[in-house]
């Protein structure tokens, strides 16, 4: 239980301040804000879930090994759920910012391969700072995944809106920043980002259990 409960906690921080920061005319400066809370979530739930906060990354730690099929399923639960409790704080804060119909990304195409690349990114570095033998134990990997999380953010955020997170992607459908026919995109551009990843690792790091 006090796993599920640390990715609770650490999605819907996560998706609130998404939420939070984009709808409350944050702009530019939101990657920040998501990148440090992020960071700040992992080194808060790291030793005790994992702190995935993302089904991506979650999926990629099951084809690594890490974790069973029955508990990626309870993190990917309690992540979806978090996501929704998240954006239900946001509408009641940001009632009146709400916007009253969502963007439709320009070009499919490209948000695909933005949130592939990107969710490929956060979930490498996610394998090779918490689950690598040669990293074991190290102090810097919250860090380091929220500086992926930030530099995606950045390089992304104009293409695709910058989920690299299903729940995120969730969140942001739910605050109607982004359009529920665009949904597909981030199941299918995180998913394969995230196993792309897993594919990566194995191959420089073979023989690791």
């Known amino acids: 239980m006090k796993k599920y409960l640390a990715e609770f906690i650490g999605t819907f921080f996560l998706v609130m301040t998404v939420g939070m920061t984009v709808i409350g005319g944050k702009g530019d400066f939101a990657p920040f804000a998501v990148g440090a809370v992020l960071m700040v979530m992992v080194f808060a739930g790291g030793h005790v879930s994992g702190a995935h906060y993302n089904p991506a990354v979650t ?31 946001v ?22 391969l933005a949130e592939l690349i990107g969710t490929f990114a956060l979930a490498y570095v996610v394998l090779n700072v918490t689950t690598a033998q040669a990293t074991a134990g190290n102090s810097y990997y919250g860090l380091a995944i929220g500086f992926t999380v930030l530099a995606m953010a950045y390089s992304f955020g104009r293409i695709s809106g910058s989920a690299f997170n299903p729940a995120v992607a969730v969140g942001i459908c739910l605050l109607k920043l982004i359009s529920w026919s665009n949904f597909w995109i981030y199941l299918l551009g995180c998913f394969s980002g995230a196993a792309l990843a897993a594919f990566v690792f194995r191959l420089n790091h073979p023989g690791e259990a």
């Open 59 to 89: 999926f990629a730690v099951l084809l690594r090994g890490k974790i069973s099929i029955g508990e990626s399923i309870g993190y990917w639960i309690v992540q979806l759920l978090a996501a929704a409790a998240a954006s239900a704080t």
């Open 91 to 112: 509408m009641y804060l940001l009632n009146e910012k709400i916007p009253v119909s969502p963007m439709n990304l320009a070009d499919t195409g490209k948000a695909l």
